[in-house]
């Protein structure tokens, strides 16, 4: 192997529980890795980003990484962490789901290229669909007990009452899917590992206690390793914004909001985040880590962070256009460089600006600068109190300074339907065309 796996994902933090003999395994020899993934939207959110790093770690580290889309185990819905019974997905959403993630997924792992190691993309659907109810009892549910699924903790609290309205027979038969999942790739693939984050240790070892069940006496041994769910020092959920899921998609999340949402980062998680979030090595997490103590106003560990993880999760082009972006509000920049924006990422940078509505005919007619900063859209408290300010020289339209003469015009339009007014350095205004 090219690098001892266990020991890279330990000191990154990444190890929550690991089955005994599973580092053993891991130096043995080359080891088929896998990890599932519910369609329970058509894209990912951050909350994914750890188990795709790890399948990218697992490839690095000399082993074969499957990435499992829940097809089948999509229709349930997964029990674990949840306290209420979850939406049924009809088959058209669902596929629509699959569809999605297998095209996220596709960005970060290159299935399929050839190699000894290659990753693996498989659905779960494609083996559990031939499946008949009677077949699965008897073949696969007779082989573990009710007791031994019911003492599962994502089992116990639902049916203790602790938390939502008891548990399903559906939910309850989530962990036996799983696991035959588990069997079918070790069967078949000889797939020893499955990863996942710690809220799936249950279901993890229901797969491995399946394997052990039904292979014969002497087969080789199947291992679970999970990775601790992401927590945020402030005790609030990771990877949720103001606006929701922070997704991997930009047509969900756009780039900008991406790469702010790392750059925002607290000091504390920075560092926590660096390790878990990014492939740099141990020598040079350190020594940032220890230049941002040196200057923590310089927000080294966070511009580090926000840059590493744009560019893995979209490109160096987009994180070039993310900090372009972020420079308009804190640099210098011009007509040109707004124009450049995207209507969502220019929308974004501008985010709870002040706006007011103008016809297009005002713009066809050509809209002068008192009636811009005060008569139309109340700006500025008055008419003279746009004299004013523009001769003092603080007016810019679209980050240029204006005179008392100047006329907005169809030209001036961002993404054809915005002017920003500015006076000063922050007081800014949004104009749009309606």
């Not at 199947?222 to 991997?248: H, Q, R, Y």
């Not at 007509?335 to 002040?354: I, M, N, R, Y």
């Amino acid at each position: 192997m090219t690098k001892n796996l266990v020991e890279e994902l330990r000191w990154r933090g990444m190890i929550h529980d690991m089955m005994p003999g599973t580092e053993e395994q891991l130096q043995k020899e080359m080891t088929s890795a896998y990890i599932g993934f519910d369609p329970t939207s058509d894209s990912l959110h951050i909350g994914s980003l750890v188990p795709i790093i790890l399948l990218v770690h697992i490839e690095k580290a000399g082993h074969k990484p499957f990435a499992l889309v829940g097809g089948a185990t999509g229709m349930i819905g997964d029990p674990s962490g949840k306290s209420d019974e979850r939406n049924l997905l009809d088959e058209e959403a669902l596929a629509n789901n699959v569809a999605g993630i297998k095209r996220t997924l596709s960005r970060f792992l290159n299935f399929d290229n050839g190699s000894k190691n290659s990753p693996v993309l498989v659905n779960n659907y494609d083996w559990m669909k031939d499946f008949s109810f009677i077949e699965f009892a008897r073949d696969v549910g007779k082989r573990l007990t009710v007791n031994y699924m019911m003492a599962k903790d994502s089992v116990k609290k639902r049916i203790s009452g602790d938390a939502g309205s008891g548990m399903s027979f559906t939910e309850f038969t989530y962990q036996l899917i799983q696991g035959y999942d588990f069997y079918h790739l070790y069967k078949n693939h000889g797939c020893k590992l499955q990863m996942g984050g710690s809220d799936q240790w249950g279901n993890i070892t229901t797969g491995t206690e399946l394997i052990r069940r039904m292979t014969d006496e002497g087969a080789d041994k199947a291992f679970a390793m999970t990775c601790p769910l992401i927590t945020k020092a402030d005790g609030s959920k990771f990877g949720k914004s103001e606006g929701g899921n922070v997704w991997l998609d930009a047509d969900k999340t756009s780039v900008y909001k991406f790469y702010q949402f790392w750059l925002n980062t607290s000091d504390e998680d920075a560092e926590k985040y660096i390790k878990i979030f990014t492939f740099l090595d141990k020598e040079i997490i350190n020594g940032l880590i220890e230049e941002h103590k040196e200057a923590p106003h310089l927000r080294i560990l966070q511009k580090r962070l926000a840059e590493e993880v744009t560019t893995f999760v979209h490109s160096q082009e987009e994180l070039e256009k993310a900090i372009a972006a972020s420079n308009i509000l804190f640099g210098k920049s011009t007509a040109d460089d707004l124009k450049s924006l995207d209507e969502q990422t220019f929308l974004d940078v501008f985010d709870g600006v002040p706006q007011a509505s103008i016809s297009e005919e005002d713009i066809n007619e050509g809209l002068d600068m008192i009636a811009a900063l005060a008569a139309k859209t109340n700006f500025l408290k008055s008419n003279g109190d746009a004299r004013r300010a523009l001769k003092e020289n603080s007016i810019s339209v679209n980050k240029e300074k204006v005179k008392d003469d100047f006329i907005i015009a169809k030209d001036h339009l961002i993404a054809g339907k915005y002017v920003l007014l500015q006076r000063g350095k922050k007081n800014y205004f949004l104009l749009k065309v309606s």
